[in-house]
């Protein structure tokens, strides 16, 4: 059983950054991939960014503004999140699952999500 908990959503303006991170527990956190999803109201959750114990992949809308990082020692999993737009706006939520995951796949433990709100 894995526990995460996300923070670091806020309200902020375009162009702007912002970091989230998610505390993982209750398991050895090098066991799992692990990611960022986001979900904006009337829209679908998209996959955003995960990391595969240091191998990290992106979904075609935040490369190059976006970076998952995660710090094994500390069980934290944070995504750096540059040049936001008011498009970026959603809530955020991070989720685990044992294994090599890409992120269409089933990710079995999900966090409560912080939300990130960005004006124009």
């Known amino acids: 059983q894995v526990q995460l908990v996300e923070s670091g959503g806020g309200s902020l303006q375009a162009g702007g950054s912002l970091r989230l991170a998610c505390v993982v527990s209750?398991?050895?956190?090098?066991?799992?991939?692990v990611g960022w999803f986001r979900q904006a109201p009337g829209k679908e959750r998209e996959g955003v960014a995960i990391d595969r114990d240091g191998a990290a992949s992106y979904a075609d809308s935040v490369k190059g503004r976006f970076t998952i990082s995660r710090d094994n020692a500390k069980n934290i999993l944070y995504l750096q999140m540059n040049s936001l737009s008011p498009e970026d706006t959603a809530m955020y939520y991070c989720?685990?699952?044992?294994?090599?995951?890409?992120?269409?796949?089933?990710?079995?433990?999900w966090g409560q999500g912080t939300q990130v709100t960005v004006s124009s």
């Open positions: 209750g398991d050895r956190y090098s066991r799992y991939s």
């Open positions: 989720a685990a699952g044992l294994g090599w995951l890409r992120l269409r796949d089933h990710f079995t433990y």
